[in-house]
């Protein structure tokens, strides 16, 4: 089976790509470089089952020629960052929607017909019903990024029906673990290296958040392709639980034995479009045999070990 | 109130016009004729307070310099053809999401916060609850189309939540009345001239249809504009209605005094992506206080007299 993988370099996708390297898989890896990390890819590399190219989904004739000869992609390249989208408006709908639909029409060249998408529990918005499930009332969008991923999910599914693909797409809670490399944990670490005694923290830190361990994503995303078998399957990916930022401050300066002042920018929304509460009914996912084996708290001090193993993250120039 | 009307030249688009200029708005109609008609515009060019621009909403430099000094925007302007979008996958991104983040982006250029737009009851896909609420379960996409509307949907919320505008989003069931110059009527019109004996029709016949009269749907933006006050308000835009495909033919044979002998394609579905049902529940739109005044078969009627008055509908190339 050969799985050409966008964004393998990325913090999910080079997770991703290691298991399916251990699986047998052979692996190609598209990623432009402009978050993901070489390093993250260095066992990879000494496979010989496995290929990087360095190239960007929005490049339609350099990716429309990689993607030849491959079975499955898993379509893990986005625009991940949530919070900036209102400072920069276009980058979310050329990242995540368009090059989307790059990703489908080279697909669809070369006569690929199964994908896996990266999407977000974001396209809640502020959801009616918690905890969400996939079929929960038509929601409002709230921000650029979820805005841009509906509309790549949506993009998905009109190709399984118009062109006879088959779709595997995740909603995503927060993901935590190993190559973590932005986020809530990120910025609390990052801030405490600086300035142990005191932390900024946007919102009122009663915002609560959902967080999966990135080693149970991989494992549902690879549950999911090998045993779904609707046209368009979508999948919640998060745990049972949710914590309040503040829950995740104290599991953070308790593992770094520190206790710093806490100044809160205050309000329910820690930025524009942000949800007081991304917390995912997984039942779906549950019933394929799949549940997480960390807990939120777990996944958190492996989050900041491997933060503390990795100094050279912080200083990155993405 | 300065209104601006991009697809002003258009079906649904002109009938607004000539009623925003009864209402004593000053209208400026921005269109590229690709298939709007200057014809319709015939009455709204004697006004002083009408200005046409001939222009494309992907061409954002010129939408931009158009745009100023509104107070409102009707965005209509869009790949309004269903049936074809596996014939040429990148017609309804372009016309109906890029184009839209253009739209709103010139918006945000200029300060203008209120934007009113023709979205579809598509949307929808294959709804599980019929008739269909603003908030049905989450639906998945099954056409290039709705995918298309329901990402220019998401990026105009995500536009109110991240930049304070006001939206009013309509999800239209098919629409007849005086201009209509596509779908299924205007399909059955055309062939009957061609071939009085006989008429092909796409599907079973058994296609259930809700159908709104124009001047009802321009009547319900209208009301809502001046109405709805939240921060994005959708409205479903049909009638308490739905008729088979079989009634229209029926409907429309007994009006010409024809009796062709009927070619059913056969299937469940006219073509990829059709919906077997789109009938929507319209209580939200309702509450504001407005109701259809034409029934469908009153619709049917009304389209084919201006049909057979304005023959050059039929041989117009767009």
Not at 193 to 204: E, K, R, S
Not at 205 to 227: F, N, T, W
């Amino acid at each position: 089976m050969k799985a050409f993988v966008t964004g393998g370099a990325g913090f999910i996708g080079s997770n991703l790509v290691d298991r399916l390297l251990q699986r047998g898989y052979t692996v190609t890896v598209y990623d432009n470089l402009s978050t993901g990390q070489l390093r993250f890819l260095e066992s990879a590399k000494a496979q010989p089952r496995f290929r990087f190219i360095e190239g960007d989904i929005l490049d339609a004739e350099r990716l429309t020629g990689a993607l030849a000869e491959h079975d499955i992609v898993f379509h893990l390249s986005a625009n991940a960052d949530v919070r900036f989208g209102t400072q920069h408006p276009r980058r979310d709908l050329d990242q995540n929607t368009i090059g989307t639909w790059n990703v489908l029409e080279a697909m669809r060249a070369h006569g690929i017909e199964r994908v896996a998408f990266s999407s977000t529990g974001s396209v809640y918005g502020e959801s009616e019903v918690v905890p969400t499930p996939e079929n929960a009332p038509f929601p409002v969008q709230t921000s650029l990024y979820g805005a841009s991923k509906l509309a790549g999910e949506a993009l998905i599914s009109a190709y399984c029906e118009g062109y006879g693909m088959q779709a595997f797409i995740f909603r995503f809670v927060s993901i935590l673990g190993e190559r973590y490399t932005h986020g809530h944990v990120f910025d609390f670490y990052k801030q405490l290296l600086a300035h142990p005694d005191h932390l900024n923290v946007l919102g009122d830190g009663h915002q609560k958040k959902s967080y999966l361990h990135v080693q149970d994503c991989v494992d549902a995303i690879l549950v999911a392709v090998e045993r779904a078998s609707q046209r368009v399957n979508i999948f919640n990916l998060g745990t049972d639980e949710f914590v309040e930022v503040n829950d995740s401050i104290a599991t953070i300066v308790e593992a770094l034995k520190l206790s710093p002042n806490l100044n809160y920018s205050g309000g329910e929304r820690g930025w524009i479009g942000d949800s007081p509460l991304i917390y995912l009914d997984c039942k779906r996912m549950r019933s394929l045999g799949w549940q997480p084996r960390y807990a939120i708290r777990d996944g958190l001090r492996a989050t900041l070990t491997w933060l503390q193993q990795n100094d050279w993250i912080l200083t990155r120039r993405d």
